[in-house]
C-alpha cells in the first residue's frame, strides 16, 4: 500500500516562503510520476506541480518562477519548494502519485491512485 504523508505547511506572511514535503511508504517511489495539488476554500482542487519518474517538471502558470518541486528517491521524498507566496496560494496542499501517469494527463486528479491527507498553508499578514 502507498501511503505519502505530507508535512511542511503553516502560517507565512506574504512574500515568504514554505517547504512542502511528502513522504512515501510502500511501492517502488522511483517510478511514480508525483504531484501536488492545492484546493483553497469553496474552490475546486487544482493542478500545482508535477516530477516525473525521469525528473522533469511540470508547473502551473501561476506558480511558474516561484515553486520548484523535487525529488530524492533515496528518501522517498517530494519537496515543494515554495517562494514569493501571496494570499491566493492558501490552500490545502496534497501529494498524490501514481506510476502509470501518461504526459498528456499529468494535471488531473484522476490521474493519480494515491493521495495523502493534505497540510494547510496559510499566507496572510
Known amino acids: 500500500q502507498v501511503r505519502p504523508v505530507e508535512s511542511g505547511g503553516g502560517l507565512v506572511q506574504p512574500g515568504g516562503s514554505l517547504r512542502l514535503s511528502c513522504v512515501f511508504s510502500g511501492g517502488t517511489f522511483s517510478r511514480y510520476t508525483v504531484a501536488w495539488f492545492r484546493q483553497a476554500t469553496g474552490k475546486d482542487r487544482e493542478f500545482v506541480a508535477a516530477?516525473?519518474?525521469?525528473?522533469?517538471?511540470y508547473y502551473t502558470d501561476s506558480v511558474k518562477g516561484r515553486f520548484t518541486i523535487s525529488r530524492v528517491n533515496a528518501e522517498n521524498t517530494v519537496y515543494l519548494q515554495m517562494n514569493s507566496l501571496s494570499p491566493e496560494d492558501t490552500a490545502v496542499y496534497y501529494c498524490?502519485?501514481?506510476?502509470?501517469?501518461?504526459?498528456?494527463?499529468?494535471?488531473?486528479?484522476?490521474?493519480?491512485?494515491?493521495w495523502g491527507q493534505g497540510t494547510q498553508v496559510t499566507v496572510s499578514s
Open positions: 516530477i516525473r519518474y525521469s525528473g522533469h517538471t
Open positions: 498524490a502519485a501514481d506510476s502509470g501517469v501518461i504526459l498528456s494527463s499529468i494535471r488531473y486528479q484522476t490521474s493519480y491512485d494515491y
